[in-house]
């Protein structure tokens, strides 16, 4: 069976429209690049394990070891399937393709936010709402919170939410300089808008969010059965620098901190045009609590 080995070449092919996920590996330098047609392709003479973790982050990504006479052997599958671009002998007249360092094709933006453009579907951790089984959902969040030395609380304070790019540069445009000041946002290609910061603005968000350690989980929910932090980091694979969103329903995806700039209208201006009209946001709507105290 074709397995990625460590130390050996490597491709990979990613369809254009999910091209937003390759954000995260513009900084290794020892993957190159190409376009053909409508696919993008990736190779790298040498594969080793952090290497492979970046790669399985990105959605739609399809792995292939390459062997000596270019052919491609998928991941985990016993016949080779297709070549590398440019050496089909059945197309001798095929040019060599413009390999290039993936840097050069995805050049770094500091003043534009991103998300990855799908959630990850290769996992998915059960989540159970707090007023569903009062007691059994209590016990769980306080046994998370005690995990990580937070001092328990029946209500999680929202440090972030989700909203649309319509409702977001619309707040953006109107707020003034100070009230934008704590906070920092992220954008994904479907329409997505990730906040964070406190205190968070008042409008329609389509989920809430709470955080323990490097995961945001929606307010009110928590893990079923009761998970330490740090094992859903290590069953997530989240990186140092990463943060994991998760879903009410149960999905999830990394974002890495890189991803997140600081919240001024320039930046909210340079993000706005390449973000369609047309944007799906999470289906399940969470509200923030209201505390004890008001």
């Excluded at 389509?206 to 929910?221: I, M, N």
Aim: with cysteine; hydrophobic share 40%; charged share 20%.
């Amino acid at each position: 069976m074709g397995r990625i080995s460590t130390g050996q070449p490597w491709v990979a092919s990613l369809p254009k429209s999910a091209a937003a996920g390759l954000r995260q590996l513009r900084r290794l330098p020892q993957i190159l690049l190409c376009e053909e047609a409508e696919t993008l392709w990736l190779r790298g003479d040498r594969c080793d394990e952090g290497l492979l973790r970046s790669l399985r982050k990105v959605p739609g990504l399809q792995m292939f070891s390459l062997l000596k006479d270019q052919q491609l052997l998928p991941a985990g599958k016993a016949v080779p399937r297709g070549w590398l671009p440019g050496h089909d002998p059945e197309q001798p007249s095929q040019p060599l393709p413009d390999w290039q360092p993936i840097s050069d094709w995805i050049p770094f933006q500091m003043q534009q936010a991103g998300l990855p453009a799908q959630r990850c579907p290769r996992l998915k951790l059960q989540l159970m709402r707090i007023e569903e089984s009062s007691h059994h959902a209590t016990h769980a969040l306080e046994s998370m919170q005690r995990a990580t030395e937070t001092e328990p609380s029946s209500v999680p304070k929202p440090c972030g939410m989700l909203v649309s790019v319509a409702v977001w540069k619309q707040f953006v445009t109107n707020a003034s300089q100070v009230r934008l000041r704590a906070l920092r946002f992220a954008v994904s290609s479907d329409g997505r808008v990730l906040v964070l910061g406190e205190p968070l603005p008042t409008l329609p968000a389509s989920c809430y969010l709470w955080r323990l350690q490097r995961l945001l989980l929606p307010c009110g929910y928590v893990f079923d059965p009761p998970l330490e932090a740090a094992l859903v980091m290590a069953i997530c694979e989240v990186e140092p620098e990463e943060v994991a969103l998760f879903l009410p329903s149960g999905e999830w995806e990394h974002v890495a901190e890189e991803n997140f700039v600081p919240v001024t209208r320039s930046a909210v201006a340079a993000t706005w045009p390449a973000v369609s009209d047309s944007f799906s946001l999470p289906p399940t709507e969470v509200k923030p609590k209201e505390s004890p105290d008001g």
